[in-house]
């Protein structure tokens, strides 16, 4: 895995921290490809039922290398197209078919594309050093990182509108109010707080875990007859579980339960 990326794993938490501080975790090609490298090391482990993602030093991520667009750049439509769907859309695709829980730790700024990272994740947590903005209108771009899917999901599509085109910086105060962040703490707690809700969440039955999670995003692209019918067979299958058995178990004992994922 390269070295712009690194990832821990502790108490069934696994943390992904985006690692080229110098450049506030402006992401590079490889950066990318290691994000979703790190997930399908995430994905294949059975230490890990819950996933933080976060960065190094001042900041969560700036998005992509200002520095590397422009009149030099190859702009040539195909070219342009590929880079897109191969890195700067990797990480959502991959989200996508990622079924154990993902955090974002947001430490100062979100931008552009770093924001766009955060909102892939399933809810942030910011630090209240945390400033984030979809500047991409500030350089004659749009969100291709999924900001103009995710944003109106999770903030309304008046709000989300407001926020990519006026490219303003929305702080962390703001963001929680509106709904893009959770949970707010003070910077030097951001990491020990979100590490105690992933855990809270590693400790449950991890096939319920990633079902509900499941249920939820299948939910959102159907009527709610199908989305009945949907949650019915996941419940069927989940009640047969090894799981469901020893968490009424230790429910009736008043004990913490052993979960194995089957």
Known sequence: MTDQ????VAQRVATITLNRPE???AFTDEMLMGLCAALDECEERD??????????????????????MGADADNRPHVTKKHIDD?????????????????????????????????ACDFRIAAKSARFAETYAKIGLLPGGGGAYYLPRIVGTAKALELLLTADFIEAEDALAIGLVNHLFDDATLMSETMKI????????????TMIKRTVYQGLDLDMNSALEVVGSHIAIAKASGDHAEAIAAFREKRTGNYSGS
């Not at 230490?47 to 590397?68: H, M, N, P, S, W």
């Not at 992933?198 to 875990?209: D, G, K």
């Open 5 to 8: 990326i690194k990832l821990d």
């Open 23 to 25: 450049k506030l975790n």
């Open 47 to 68: 230490d890990v039922r819950a996933v933080i993602l976060t960065g190094a030093g001042r900041g969560f991520c700036a998005g992509g290398d200002v520095f590397a």
């Open 87 to 119: 890195y700067i859309q990797a990480f959502p695709k991959r989200m996508a078919t990622f079924d154990k829980p993902v955090i974002a730790a947001v430490n100062g700024v979100a931008t552009g594309g770093g924001m766009d990272l955060a909102l």
């Open 198 to 209: 992933a855990q809270r969440i590693a400790m449950l039955p991890p096939y319920s875990v």
